[in-house]
């Protein structure tokens, strides 16, 4: 069975901003790896629009490795998006889901290969009140934003975890690996 990982960026304040981290060569080089080992990334519409951007390096890149290594990666990686308003996706590896995000998860997890991202705030927050996330990577960036969107609100009970592993990052982001405890 495939395990649901939710996998995504936050403030010490607990804000889900992807503009508020630290995006240094060697936090590219991390993701690059976790979408490389994946099988499929989730997305609701809004990160999915922002994640867009990435195309724009295909055609013109960077000129930094691990940008443009990261940009390889989230073009070839499938993405399932889950939006009510868009009517077509315009990226050749993303396709639009026909189904619940429950539902989607669900047959996901059912079939072989590799572990299944999720990497927007909105999912996670549906599949966390759901039981459905088997893993969370959480990225802490040394940053107080101040405003936006908290990561974790919504919840609607009380969920316990285990500390698995960190991985910390000469910027002074790390990363916390979390499982659900049952």
């Known amino acids: 069975m495939r395990k649901l990982i939710a996998a995504i960026n936050m403030t010490l304040d607990g804000i889900c901003d992807h503009t508020a981290g630290i995006p240094d060569a060697a936090l590219h080089q991390h993701y690059t790896e976790l979408i490389a080992n994946a099988g499929a990334i989730l997305y609701g519409r809004i990160t999915y629009q922002l994640m867009q951007y990435w195309q724009t390096l295909l055609l013109n890149p ?13 073009d070839k990686i499938p993405k399932i998006v889950f939006s009510n308003e868009l009517k077509e996706t315009n990226w050749i590896t993303a396709t639009l889901s026909e189904l619940t995000l429950d539902e989607k998860v669900l047959e996901l997890k059912q079939q072989a290969g590799k572990d299944i991202l999720v990497g927007s705030r909105s999912l996670i927050i549906q599949l966390l009140n759901d039981n459905l996330i088997d893993e969370f990577q959480i990225c802490i960036h040394p940053v107080l934003e101040g405003k936006g969107l908290p990561l974790f609100d919504q919840i609607n009970h009380r969920k316990n975890f285990k500390l698995s592993k960190t991985k910390t990052f000469s910027s002074g982001a790390i990363v916390l690996y979390y499982e659900p405890v049952k």
């Open 62 to 74: 960077s000129g930094e490795k691990a940008m443009n290594d990261f940009a390889i990666a989230i």
